[in-house]
T-cell receptor
Framework: EDQVTQSPEALRLQEGESSSLNCSYT??????LFWYRQDPGKGPEFLFT???AGEEKEKERLKATLTKKESFLHITAPKPEDSATYLCAVQARSSNTGKLIFGQGTTLQVKP | DSGVTQTPKHLITATGQRVTLRCSPR?????VYWYQQSLDQGLQFLIQYYNGEERAKGNILERFSAQQFPDLHSELNLSSLELGDSALYFC?????????????FGPGTRLTVT
């Protein structure tokens, strides 16, 4: 069964304290891995798509990486405005559709 | 702003009732997806339409149905509502069918069943 697990569930950082969020996945053929940011009560906001192991993408203080079994979202020198829930999702070749399977998310709090 | 619109933003209704949630995709997108987000289940895929045709079904209850119209907007119909149907319902859209294409999410409809 295709599955996505994110860790930790919650993460508290001081402003400027870098860290990483983990997304482990089990799929029968990865078509793509997606990272989203979600603020409370709002829709998920697209951040990155990763397609193959070894790929990396960056946007401001965020950098996403991908291996054959997991993805990391590295946050460098975070600011309070980076506080949000970060969601990881995969699209499996086996589904032959655009369906996304989401992890439970990591809720990040950055304190000034 | 993702370009995906959803109405209404909030909906409060009683058990046993029926409601309709509406979604307009981004300009140029042909696929529409519906997801349900509850505290204990996270984001769960319900159904996908591509250019008016149903493409995939997830954990969608028989009491729920959806359709995509010729102008590509979509509606999710929820009937015989139960307390457990209270959740955030999101619509997303993408340019194509299988992809991998980025999906852009709307602001959601918060459904409260009392």
């Amino acid at each position: 069964e295709d599955q996505v697990t994110q860790s930790p569930e919650a993460l508290r950082l001081q402003e400027g304290e870098s860290s990483s969020l983990n997304c482990s996945y089990t799929v029968s053929g990865l078509r793509g891995l997606f990272w989203y940011r979600q603020d409370p009560g709002k829709g998920p906001e697209f951040l990155f798509t990763l397609y193959s192991a070894g790929e990396e993408k960056e946007k401001e203080r965020l950098k996403a990486t991908l291996t054959k079994k997991e993805s990391f979202l590295h946050i460098t020198a975070p600011k309070p405005e980076d506080s949000a829930t970060y969601l990881c999702a995969v699209q499996a070749r086996s589904s032959n559709t655009g369906k996304l399977i989401f992890g439970q998310g990591t809720t990040l709090q950055v304190k000034p | 702003d993702s370009g995906v619109t959803q109405t209404p933003k909030h909906l409060i209704t009683a058990t046993g009732q029926r409601v309709t949630l509406r979604c307009s995709p981004r300009s140029g997108d042909l696929s529409v997806y519906w997801y349900q987000q509850s505290l204990d289940q996270g984001l769960q895929f319900l159904i996908q339409y591509y250019n008016g045709e149903e493409r995939a079904k997830g954990n969608i209850l028989e009491r729920f149905s959806a359709q995509q119209f010729p102008d590509l907007h979509s509606e999710l119909n929820l009937s015989s509502l139960e307390l457990g149907d209270s959740a955030l319902y999101f619509c997303a859209s993408s340019v194509g069918d299988r992809g991998p294409y980025e999906q852009y999410f709307g602001p959601g409809t918060r459904l409260t069943v009392t």
